[in-house]
């Protein structure tokens, strides 16, 4: 899977304009979010692999800014566990890794983001073994 780190005119219709260019060239939307900081629309979107270079291209001809295309790590939390975000952050800050974008998908998976994405692999892998029995 692949994030789309988009800029967006601070304005009515441009999310509809994102997400029209980004049907039209037959890309579905995986998970995300936008928001609106320092007077600029921002968003970030989830796309499998596949579809990122298409997404990209499509987006470009429409005038819309893609600031970067970045792996991310995908893990899921046990929802049944209070505090399992917090400990998984932990984890990562404790690793060295700056979490720099986090967001769920359509799946209620957690997407990150992070600055040293082979670390941040470690970090998730260790994550997965400890918790997949039913461990906190």
Known sequence: M???SIVLDHQPGSLAR???TLGRAGVSVEGGGAWVG???GLAH???????ASKAEAA??????RVMAVSDVLVQRLR???PGQLGALCGRMAEAGV???VLYSDHDNQLILVVDNLARGREV???WMCENRDGES
């Open 124 to 126: 998730t892998a260790t």
């Open 38 to 40: 320092g007077g600029l």
């Open 79 to 81: 929802q049944d566990v």
């Open 18 to 20: 994102l997400g029209q």
């Open 59 to 64: 987006l470009a001809d429409a005038g819309i």
């Open 45 to 51: 979107f989830l796309v499998h692999d596949a579809a």
């Open 2 to 4: 692949k994030d789309l």
């Open 98 to 100: 700056n979490i720099e």
